[in-house]
């Protein structure tokens, strides 16, 4: 049987220049590289070319790079560590209301102690506005964060129009980029960013390994004490294999952005996108049409539970998700949708195609062939209450 990945946005498949790189560490070439001798050496000098690579994909500088394990740990270490050391009247936290949950549960846990919070929303297509973030900010704020694609929609934010403003405020601003990675071009300082989170395992990497921008002279208090890793930022043993393997996804990552490769699988989501539209009756797309990842597709199936289509189309082949992957199992429909102002009933009969490098016209093809009659189908047996009963 056929099978398509179109998940991407939860995870990429580990490039095989990756695996080939990093397997050593697994093997002969293992290290501690806090230790002083020739192996721990080699292992520190592996992470450390590793480093120059993430800095050069974000446009950074190798010492701005603080590696960390993964996505959630980056947003976690940005803001936490970033109101461990704000210094009064800054105390308030400012998020939009579609970040991803490691963004928002953490702003929601400082405000448990004791910090100010404001999140602020999204107009109906997904999409921050400027002058309500403006209305938002003052001497108060001592950080801001916003996404630069959200996972569930693939809608893009005005980084560079919003980093100018939190800067005019002195507020701190961190982007959670973890979704960014061979999407759209990165670069820290055309967004006025002084923390920015990414995850390996987004563009070709393999879990275990991600990194948090930091930007010189920005003050930020460790999670893990207990060692002098990461220049005292992150404590812990560095996971060396992982981190080599995110290196050389790094390089594939701007070799990609060179080739065009973002922009062949924008013109498969649009394709994607125009032959369900035709196809599937009362669907329509969750998120602005043009400011967006093209690679995420998020398609809202009136009349059916997204959960159901998810379990059919993973029958037929076809592997899809139903929005985050880190809130997979929750109750209740998706927080972005519900942010963008989409009825509840809508949001839980919503479904994402996310697209990636693996993804050919052919497995277009396929998905545009078997989601129409599974669509169909589960209309004709009941649509939400069947979806719920499955």
């Known amino acids: 049987m056929k099978r398509v990945y179109a998940d991407h946005a ?22 501690n590289a806090s230790s002083v001798h020739s192996r721990g050496e080699a292992a520190r000098d592996a992470i450390e070319s590793a480093r120059i690579e993430v800095a050069r994909l974000l446009a950074a500088q190798p010492e701005e790079i603080v590696f960390t394990a993964s996505g959630s740990e980056s947003n976690n270490l940005a803001l936490k560590g970033a109101l461990l050391v ?14 991803h949950p490691s963004v928002l549960a953490t702003a929601r846990h ?16 997904g999409r921050i506005d400027p002058d309500e973030l403006q209305a938002a900010l003052g001497p108060d704020v001592a950080l801001v964060s916003v996404m630069a694609v959200n996972n569930e929609t693939g809608v893009t934010q005005p980084l560079e129009e919003i980093g100018d403003r939190v800067k005019a405020c002195g507020a701190l601003f961190h982007v959670d980029a973890v979704q960014a990675p061979g999407k759209i071009a990165l670069h820290v300082d055309h967004w006025n960013a002084d923390l920015v989170s990414i995850a390996a395992h987004k563009f070709g990497g393999v879990p275990g390994a991600a990194a948090l921008f ?38 594939r990552c701007r070799t990609a952005l060179d080739t065009g490769e973002p922009q062949r699988i ?23 049409l043009n400011q967006r990842a093209g690679g995420i597709v998020n398609l809202c199936f009136a009349g059916v539970d997204g959960e159901a289509v998810l379990h059919e189309l993973d029958r037929a082949g076809v592997t899809v998700s ?18 963008m102002g989409i009825r509840s009933e809508d949001a839980h009969a919503s479904v994402r195609f996310s697209l990636g490098e693996e993804t050919t016209d052919e497995d277009v093809d396929f998905i545009c062939e078997v989601t129409p009659p599974i669509v169909e189908r589960l209309r004709a047996l009941g649509g939400p209450a069947m979806g719920k009963s499955a």
Not at 10 to 17: F, G, I, K, L, N
Not at 112 to 124: D, F
């Open 86 to 99: 704000s210094e009064a009247p800054r105390a308030r936290v400012v998020v939009s209301a579609i970040e």
């Open 322 to 339: 139903t929005g985050s992957a880190c809130s997979s199992g929750e109750a209740g429909p998706s927080h972005v949708l519900l942010a």
């Open 110 to 125: 400082l405000e448990s102690r004791g910090h100010a919070l404001t999140i602020v929303p999204v107009q109906p297509n």
């Open 214 to 251: 930091v930007r010189r002279r920005t003050r930020l208090a460790p999670l893990v004490h207990g060692g002098r890793q990461e220049r005292g930022r992150r404590a812990g043993t560095e996971n060396v294999a992982a981190i080599v393997g995110m290196g050389v996804a790094a390089v």
């Open 266 to 288: 924008a013109g498969l989501g649009e394709r994607l996108l125009a032959g369900l539209l035709m196809r599937v009756p009362d669907t329509r797309l969750n998120g602005d």
């Open 10 to 31: 939860a995870t990429t498949a580990p490039a095989p220049e990756v695996v080939q790189a990093l397997l050593p560490y697994l093997a002969e070439a293992f290290g």
